[in-house]
Structure formats: structure tokens, C-alpha cells
């Protein structure tokens, strides 16, 4: 199965700046199959971005997907408060779908 | 508005069973594949298994395989998990989520706790 790593483990930033997430994974994913979520404490995950970029519905566009092969990354322009949570990458290029542990983004 | 709603979960002696279902609203259930995904307490996110819409691809994680079925039933947009010989490591928020690849929409989900 193909196994994600996330980093950094915690981002620890202030609101309107930029926070840029890394997802790698242990083999290349040829269809651009990654998915991002967040999950807000106590909430379940919420989708933000599937086929590496684009934009789930109602996600504004201060997030950003990218990425090839076996690296991506998620940006996001300006943290607003509500961007504070953990963040999961997921491929479903093969099967089992896997996740990645997450990145926690906390308010500096 | 789409919704997902699970329920039957709760606390079960290890080696027991439980049924966890999930009713979905807001968009054609018949033709949306359907998954389970849980998540430990404190820790991250593991796919359980996933259904297609007409109910006949199924697939199961490794942890699980052989201890649990998943069904649907279509006509009451409804979505299943029957799960048998639980243990601790079990122990877990479930989820449904609708979704053939990526997980789109997510249900609130429902604790299991396997403790004696």
C-alpha cells in the first residue's frame, strides 16, 4: 500500500500568513489522485481539494493544491481564524486508500 | 443540503458485535458510492470500506477483513456496518462518507468504545 508522510507535524503560525503543507508519498501516484481534508476539533474532516487542485465545492481559493509523482503540497495564501485544524492528505491512485497522519496548523 | 447521519454505536464487551447504520439525504444515494472511515481517539484517519452504488464492489481494509460486512440498502438510502469479534483496537469514531475516490461529504460520526 502506498504510505503518505506529512510535514510538518505542527505549523504553528499567525493568522494571515501563509502556510504551505507537504504530503509525500512512498510511491509515485500516477493519476493525481490526493485529496486534502480538515478536521476542526470535535468535527468531522471536511474535504478541501481532490485531484491535487481542484477545489472542492464552497472552498475559497485561498487554497491551494499542487503537486506530481509522489510529492504535493497544499497552500494556503492567508490563514484566516477558521484554518486553524489538522490537515489530512489521501491517495486513492490504489488500493487501500490511505491518509496521511495529518498536519496540525495552531495560531503562533 | 446533503446529510449523512450515523448511529448504533456505543460500548461493546471485546469479541462482541455491533451494526452501525448511516441515513443519507440531500442527494441521489442510489447512485453514490459509500465508504466507512474511522478514527482512533488523538489519532488519525483509516479507511474501513467502501460499497459501490449498486452494492455489488466491495472492499475492506486489512484490520478489518473477515470481521465485518458492509451493505446498503438503497430504497431507504441507507448505509451499513456489521462488525464482529471487536477488540480495543477497534475502538473508534466511525464515519460515513459518500464518494467513489476522494470522500466529499462526511457524517458527524458515531463512537464505538470495545472496553470490558
Known amino acids: 500500500e502506498i504510505v503518505l508522510t506529512q510535514s510538518p507535524g505542527t505549523l504553528s503560525l499567525s493568522p494571515g500568513e501563509r502556510a504551505t503543507l507537504s504530503c509525500r508519498a512512498s510511491?509515485?501516484?500516477?493519476?493525481?489522485?490526493i485529496a486534502w481534508y480538515h478536521q476542526r476539533p470535535g468535527q468531522a474532516p471536511r474535504l478541501l481539494i481532490y485531484?491535487?487542485?481542484t477545489r472542492a465545492t464552497g472552498i475559497p481559493d485561498r487554497f491551494r493544491g499542487s503537486g506530481s509523482g509522489a510529492d504535493f503540497t497544499l497552500t494556503i495564501s492567508r490563514l484566516e481564524p477558521e484554518d486553524f485544524a489538522v490537515y489530512y492528505c489521501?491517495?486513492?491512485?490504489?488500493?487501500?486508500?490511505?491518509f496521511g497522519p495529518g498536519t496540525k496548523v495552531e495560531i503562533k | 443540503e446533503v446529510k449523512l447521519e450515523e448511529s448504533g454505536g456505543g460500548l461493546v464487551k471485546p469479541g462482541g458485535s455491533l451494526r452501525l447504520s448511516c441515513v443519507a439525504s440531500?442527494?441521489?444515494?442510489?447512485?453514490?458510492?459509500m465508504n466507512w472511515v474511522r478514527q482512533a481517539p488523538g489519532k488519525g484517519l483509516e479507511w474501513v470500506s467502501s460499497?459501490?452504488?449498486?452494492?455489488?464492489?466491495?472492499s475492506y481494509a486489512d484490520s478489518m477483513k473477515g470481521r465485518c460486512t458492509i451493505s446498503r440498502d438503497n430504497a431507504n438510502n441507507s448505509l451499513f456496518l456489521q462488525m464482529t469479534g471487536l477488540t480495543a483496537d477497534d475502538s473508534a469514531v466511525y464515519y460515513c462518507?459518500?464518494?467513489?475516490?476522494?470522500?466529499?461529504?462526511w457524517g458527524p460520526g458515531i463512537l464505538v468504545t470495545v472496553s470490558s
Open positions: 462518507a459518500r464518494g467513489g475516490g476522494s470522500f466529499s461529504y
Open positions: 440531500g442527494f441521489t444515494f442510489s447512485s453514490s458510492a
Open positions: 460499497i459501490n452504488s449498486g452494492g455489488h464492489a466491495i
Open positions: 510511491q509515485t501516484v500516477s493519476t493525481s489522485y
Open positions: 485531484e491535487t487542485s
Open positions: 489521501q491517495q486513492y491512485d490504489s488500493s487501500p486508500t490511505t
